[in-house]
Structure formats: structure tokens, C-alpha cells
């Protein structure tokens, strides 16, 4: 064949394949607006799911990622530095770099049947606390690898101005090295908390869920995510109506935090 | 904090992945036992799945999910795979950068959606048009297997991306020089340069795959049979989990953590093999 031609036709073929992925990003969006801004009521926000809102649902989703997020943040951060300033280059290091994003990648159903047989066997009933542990699990592993591959932009003369200034590895580690990656860090952990606000998977045997309001997180949390999986299978239009509502408040949500991880790295270019 | 406290307090932290995964491996394989035991390795060609009345025993097999699971995936990579490609290449090599940063971002937003959104509007949206073209009902392999395929191509189409753009742009100038045609240089040039990422990319977006839940809940059908036509409803390891572990026991239960068990294994093992060959992260 003409190479010419061939030419001409792979790259209408690659356009055409990057016009199909907006499509279906544009399809998905508008029916979820379309279907989700006519049901969303006053009460949706204001009323629990018993009575037709999504009010406990969106606390208790809430709840239990901010929780996830509390854990995950700190150990993630350490873990990071152990792998980008203690142990850097060594081979446990690479070993342990390369098991966290394995984790990362992990089915998230499995995290759930591995909580399961964790915190709600043991205990003798689904809790919000498991939900959360099932939440941090996920999140742990891309926290490490933000603040590895963060740390990694750091220049090395900081540091080197941190020891020459006398300063213990810790200190420098908290005070200079820390501060200059701050921004890509922080952009990690938005991007990681809106991966783990909607998700399902891992909440459906953990936290299950719960009708009513409740900030006891020893008994079965409301859920945002496992309420459209239910409501959406159930025959009634006005349980499909709160589906979509919730739906389209849910993707709202994770887009914004999205968008504002992006803004923030614009920001600091 | 003393420093000793800090750098020890760093490296356990560190540690965790290593505890969580062979600590998941270990909960799942204790918790599979009683299944192991009395299946042993028939559980993989079982067909059936049927509890006795009284809910204590019966018969469970795991084939019927295994396959399921492992033909959604093939059928979306299949799919995704060449539209992902295509992306890449537009977002690389043919878009200006006017055109190529709104695409990029909006095909990152596309993986961000959470996948219960798109299991809902692929079953009420999806669905119906697969019914009219292809027949059948609606929900099946056919159905999970594209909606998987356009879950999974952002994913393959960042990565692969980002791995194209590493080009050294001498490289691709000398073929230009030479008088190829842009199709010639990526061909050539590009793909070659790129190729551990691409791969790379391919195996953890078949990871991904492998281990979706909600999505393919909506819209493989959620039955236990096997398929004949592609538009057959079947159903996958993690979707039998999400539908039944809740109210199963003993038995059944050891047999959802087998499954679960063979799942993490897979996927443990499509994941190893693509960060250990093809996307070795050097220590910068």
C-alpha cells in the first residue's frame, strides 16, 4: 500500500479513537446530569435515606474516607521518606517500592473480603471502622508512591544546604525537604481521596450500609456508593430517581476534587 | 521526635505493604481451607455452584466464574488496546498542544469516574443498545466486556501517553530528516523507544480488568452458566463475591475466599510480571 495513504489513514484512525473517548466521557456526563439535576430535590439533601434523601449517606461516606484518609496520610508520608531518604537505592527499598504498587493495583473486592475476615468476622457484625481500614488500604499504597516519586524531585542541593547548616536527617527531612515537595504531596492525597470516596467494592461487606443517621461507627454505616448499587437495582422509579441523583452529586464531587488537584499543580508551575 | 524515633517509625510504615500482602495471602488462604480440603483442585473445573437446603454443605465449583471472569477481560483488552493506542498517538504525535491538553484531560477525568457510575449507565444506557444490535438481553459478556474496555482505556491511554512523550524529539527529527511519514516515525521510532510502557501499561490496565467489581455487577448478568454466545449473561469472581458473600456460610463461604484467593493470585501475578519486566521503576 501506498505509504503515503497509510500515513493518512492510521492517524484519522487515532483521531477517531480520541473523538470516541471524549463521546463516551461526554455521553456519560450528560446522562447523569440529564437524569440526576431533575431528581435532586431540597429533600435530598436534608432527609436520610429512610425518607428519601441521601443526607446520612453523604456524612457517612464522608466519615469514613476523611477517616481512611487520617491513617492512610501519615503512614503513606512515612513510608515514602523511609523509601526516598533512608533507604534510598537500597534493595530493600526497590523490593518494598515494588510490593506497595503492587498493592496499589490489588482488586479492591479482595481488600473487602480481607477486612471481612479482619474486623467484621472477629466481631460480629459490619462497623464503619472497617469500611475506613478497607478505604486506607487503598489509599496507603498511592500516598507512598506521590511522596516517593515527590521526594524524588527534590533537589539534591537542599539537602546538602541542610547539612552544611549542621541540621540532624530528620530535621532536615521535616524542615526542607518536606516543605519543597508540600504542593505535589498534597495533589496526591486530593487525587487519592477522590479515588477512595467512590468506591464500593471494598465498603459492600465491610461498613454495608445503613438507612438511618448514625455517627457510631460500630455498627453498619451509611454508604453512599453501596445505596446506588442498591437503589438502582430496585424496581420503583423513585428509588432509580435517588440512583441518579446521588450518582450525579457523587461524580460532581470526585471531578471537583480532580479538578482542584490539577489546579493546585498548575499553580505551582 | 528524635531522629532514631522518626527513621523507625519511617521504616515500619514502610514495611506495611509487605505485611498487607502476605498477610491478605495468608487470611485468604486459612479462610479457604475447608473448601481446599474438600474440593482440592477439582474447584477450578466445577461447573456447579449449589448449596444444600439446610445451607451447610453442598457442591461448588469455581469454573463458571473463573471463565467469566477471565473472558470479560480478554474481550475488553481486546477492545481497549488499539482505541488506547490511538489516543496515544493522537495526543502525542497529531493534536496541537491547544487540542492535545483539554483531550488529556478529559480523558484522565474519564478515569476518575467512580465505576459504579458506569455500571448504573451502562445497564440503562448501554445495555439497551447492545440488545438492539446484537441481540440477546441486554446484559451479558459482550455488554461487561465493552463497558470494561472504555473503564480500562484512559488508564492504558495516560500511561501509554506519558510513555510516548519520552521520546527524545532528536530521534524522532533524524526519521522526519529521512523523509518517513509521522506514521513511519511512531511505527519505528516511538513505539520502539516507548515499548516497556506500553506493555506495561497493557498488563495493569488488564490488572484493573481482572479485578472489577461494580461496573461488571451491573452488566454481566450475574448468573450461573456458562456462555455460548458472547451475548450470554455469565458472571466473575468478583461479582459472585459482591452478590453472595454476605449471606453465605461455611462451606460456601471457604469457597468465596478460594475464589478470592485464586483472584488476588492472578492479578498478584499479571501485576509482578509488568512492574518487574517492563516497567522497572530505577531508583532515580
Known sequence: MNRLLLNKIILVLSTLSALTGIGFLFWILATLSYKGIVSIHWDTFTKDLVEGGIRNLLVGQFTMALIATAVAVPVGMMAGIYLREYGHGSRLASIIRNLSDVMMSAPSIVIGVFVYALLVDPFGGYNGWAGAVALAIMMIPIIISTTDNMLALVPQELREAGIALGGSKHKIILQIVIRAAKVGIMTGVLLSFARIIGETAPLLFTSANNQFFTMDMSEQFPSLTVSIYNLATYPDEASRELAWAASFILTVIVLCINLLGRFVIRNKK | ?284
Open chain 2, 1 to 284: 521526635m528524635s531522629g532514631k524515633l522518626f527513621r523507625n517509625f519511617s521504616f515500619i510504615s514502610a514495611t506495611l505493604s509487605f505485611f498487607l500482602l502476605v498477610g491478605i495471602f495468608a487470611v485468604l488462604f486459612s479462610y479457604a481451607q475447608e473448601a481446599l480440603h474438600t474440593f482440592g483442585f477439582d474447584f477450578l473445573w466445577n461447573e456447579q455452584w449449589e448449596p444444600d437446603e439446610d445451607d451447610e454443605g453442598g457442591v461448588f465449583g469455581g469454573y463458571i466464574p473463573i471463565v467469566g471472569t477471565l473472558l470479560s477481560t480478554v474481550l475488553a483488552m481486546v477492545l481497549a488496546t488499539p482505541l488506547a493506542m490511538g489516543i496515544a498517538i493522537f495526543l502525542t504525535e497529531i493534536a496541537s498542544e491547544k487540542v492535545a491538553k483539554p483531550v488529556s484531560v478529559a480523558i484522565e477525568l474519564l478515569a476518575a469516574i467512580p465505576s459504579i457510575i458506569y455500571g448504573m449507565w451502562g445497564l440503562f444506557y448501554f445495555a439497551p443498545i447492545v440488545q438492539a444490535v446484537f441481540g440477546g438481553n441486554g446484559v451479558g459478556l459482550l455488554t461487561a466486556g465493552i463497558v470494561l474496555a472504555i473503564m480500562i482505556i484512559p488508564f492504558m491511554a495516560a500511561i501509554t501517553r506519558d510513555s510516548m512523550n519520552t521520546t527524545p524529539a532528536v530521534l524522532k527529527e533524524s526519521a522526519y530528516a529521512m523523509g518517513a511519514t509521522k506514521f513511519e516515525v511512531i511505527k519505528d521510532v516511538v513505539m520502539p523507544y516507548a515499548k516497556g510502557g506500553i506493555i506495561g501499561s497493557i498488563i495493569l490496565a488488564l490488572g484493573r480488568a481482572l479485578g472489577e467489581t461494580m461496573a461488571v455487577a451491573f452488566l454481566i448478568g450475574s448468573v450461573m452458566s456458562t456462555v455460548g454466545k458472547v451475548t450470554d449473561p455469565t458472571t466473575s469472581i468478583p461479582v459472585l463475591l459482591a452478590n453472595n458473600f454476605a449471606e453465605a456460610e461455611d462451606l460456601e463461604m471457604s469457597s468465596m475466599y478460594f475464589l478470592a484467593l485464586i483472584l488476588f493470585a492472578i492479578s498478584f501475578a499479571v501485576i509482578s510480571f509488568a512492574k518487574f519486566y517492563f516497567l522497572g521503576r530505577k531508583a532515580k
